[in-house]
């Protein structure tokens, strides 16, 4: 076959197969054209998770009758005023999106400019354009795509359930709302509302957070860090979480770029660094960071979808990135998302007499504590209480006089130690909380501070040669890697090297370790480093590497500890950067509100 041109449909069709992925594509696309012309309220109604109809109706300025039909027409704009394609300024910009849905949908405009006496619509169905005709319409647009894939039938079969298209949907809205929080936005699936985000007000960081509450839930409100650091011609801005709130995948990262919504790999690799000693491998941060930035320094013209971009100087946008996030980590790093709410408890966790009796006759089924994730881990189940004894017998220590055991000058954010529970968790005193601590999380912490000011000022941590060198068997790829690695573990006071075929032979050990199992300790880092492999550098790692020195050489749960080592632990802690949690993420203590607790009994 000769080489021929395409025709336009099959063209507009190819180009909608880079656009138009599934309804929320057509969501994100008629959305952020809403943004560009103004709107400060949006309408999205779906009927069958988008694939029936897609209904999208702003305020924003509208398009004239002579405007209706270039805006149907491939690569027809208003938002390249000057042709230049590194000085974008709006959300779209390549004319592609409205042409593309065209071409594999019914697609309605429904439009009126400001002051104008009537609307104009136009329809396009299989490439046919209808004339312009007057219509009934406020100002503003709405904008109807029905029947999505129609025209396309090989890529309406690839499409999921309609409630799975509705969670798309939903979600990235969600994520276009972050970013302009002074705009409305509402989203129907037939006759459920499924979003309601009444435009938010006070200046950018109050509107900001306030819209973040309503989208990420009141826990990331109260347990995250604003961030707000500038370079040059870029500034950083946004709210990130205590390291303590954290989970399993990055789906709660979201990030934007000029207010656009984008998964880069950069800034994404740039969170991972910042939290890379305050959290384990495998949990993730939740957060929602704002790159402002020149048009000119970073390309947005990259990727069909535009959810990825590229900066003029990447490496200067991750290391203000990574120094904020680890600024705002350090001016909180005493602090734990941890804080029990008691009142919480009280409204619907604590059945009445009246259930009780239910439960007891069968008519009601047990209610299951709902407890959220700040209370779970301390809360077991309402229904179960130890007797004073059973309490008496756990107790490890008890401090019976405060003032003979601490200094008032000395007790500071965390108190005093009042006792030690089950050779566990430390119950300390202040003048408004309860504080449990659990002893080996805080140590594991101080350890790993310790390790890394020594890194940091250049020295060899203090090490102990022991009396008879431990052999230890490895694998062969486990010998080989940390072998490899010996002269960068040295810095940190472990000094080992190659014997025989395979195994290592270790001489001296980190004095903070004390007696510990050397073996488990090699094996676990020697297993680290296999499963990183060998495209990286160690130091890169080592603050990896003093984590898992310190999980092995930290104060262990069932240790009894007397008074005095309970308040020293509790004073290291107050002076240790990061010690509202672990080197895992979780956290280190948490606090119950007297005044919580008072609530519990009904005293006012």
């Known amino acids: 076959m000769s080489i021929r041109i395409l025709p336009s449909n099959l063209v507009n069709q190819i180009a909608a197969g880079e656009v138009v992925e599934r309804p929320a594509s057509v969501v994100k696309e008629l959305v952020e054209n809403a943004l560009d012309a103004g709107a400060c309220s949006i309408e999205i109604r779906l009927v069958d998770g988008g694939k029936g109809l897609i209904s999208v109706t702003d305020d924003g300025k509208g ?14 704009t208003s938002k390249l005023p000057d042709d230049d394609l590194f000085n974008i300024g709006f959300f779209g910009f390549r004319g592609e999106a409205l042409p593309s849905i065209a071409s594999v949908a019914r697609l309605t405009i429904i439009s009126r400019t400001k002051n104008a006496e009537n609307a104009w619509q136009i329809s396009i169905e299989g490439g046919q354009k209808s004339e312009v005709r007057p219509a009934a319409h406020p100002q503003g647009t709405r904008i109807e795509v029905r029947d999505l894939f129609y025209a396309t039938p090989a890529r309406l079969k690839f499409l999921k359930s309609s409630s799975n298209e509705t969670a798309q949907c939903v979600d990235i809205v969600n994520r276009i709302a972050l970013a302009n929080a002074n705009v409305s936005f509402y989203l129907y699936d037939g006759e459920k509302k499924k979003i309601s985000l009444p435009a938010c007000s006070g200046d950018l960081f109050e509107a900001r957070l306030e819209r973040l509450s309503a989208v990420m839930g009141r826990d990331f409100a109260i347990n995250s860090i604003l961030i707000d650091e500038a370079r040059d011609n870029v500034r950083i801005s946004g709210y990130t979480s205590l390291p303590t709130l954290n989970k399993a995948n990055s789906l709660s990262q979201f990030l934007f770029v000029n207010n656009r919504p984008v998964r880069d790999k950069l800034l994404l690799g740039a969170i991972r660094g910042a939290y890379q000693d305050v959290l384990a491998s495998g949990r993730y941060p939740v957060c929602a960071l704002f790159v402002d930035v020149s048009p000119e320094d970073v390309d947005v013209n990259v990727h069909p979808t535009k959810a990825e971009v590229r900066f003029y100087d990447g490496n200067m946008v991750r290391g203000l990135l990574v120094g904020a996030i680890r600024k705002g980590l350090h001016l909180h790093s005493n602090h734990s998302s941890n804080v029990l ?24 089924e047990e209610a299951k504590p709902n407890y959220n994730y700040r209370s779970s881990a301390v809360v077991s189940s309402y229904r179960r209480q130890a007797s004073l004894p059973e309490l008496e017998h756990r107790l490890s220590v008890r401090v019976e006089d405060v003032e003979d055991m601490v200094e008032r000058s000395d007790i ?16 300390s005193q202040t003048e408004d909380s309860i504080v449990i601590t659990d002893q080996h999380a805080a140590h594991e912490r101080i350890v790993m501070e310790r390790l890394k000011e020594n890194l940091q000022s250049g020295g060899k941590p203090a090490s102990q040669i022991l009396l008879i060198p431990e052999i230890i068997d490895l694998d062969m790829i486990e010998k080989n890697r940390i072998v490899a690695a010996a002269p960068e573990l040295a810095k940190l006071g472990l000094i080992l090297e190659e014997f025989g075929t395979t195994a290592v032979i270790v001489r001296e050990t980190p004095a903070l370790l004390g007696d510990c199992d050397v073996k488990s300790l090699v094996e676990d ?4 480093l296999v499963e990183w492999g060998s495209g990286f550098k160690l130091t890169e790692k080592l603050h990896l590497v003093c984590a898992t020195i310190a999980c092995h050489s930290s104060v262990r749960a069932g240790r009894r500890l007397n008074a005095e080592e309970m308040n020293k632990l509790l004073r290291d802690m107050e002076r240790t950067p990061h010690s ?5 993420g979780r956290p280190t203590y948490i606090k119950l509100k007297i005044s919580d607790i008072a609530h519990l009994f009904d005293r006012k």
């Open 63 to 76: 398009m004239t009758a002579e405007e209706l039909p270039l805006a149907v027409e491939r690569h027809a």
């Open 341 to 364: 709410d008691l009142s919480e408890l009280v409204a619907d966790k604590i059945p009445t007499f009246e259930e009780n009796q239910l439960l007891k006759s069968g008519f009601l």
């Open 412 to 427: 500071g954010e965390l108190g005093v130690a009042k006792a030690q529970f089950h050779n566990t968790y430390i119950i």
């Open 525 to 528: 880092i020697a297993q680290q």
């Open 580 to 584: 509202g949690q672990c080197n895992h």
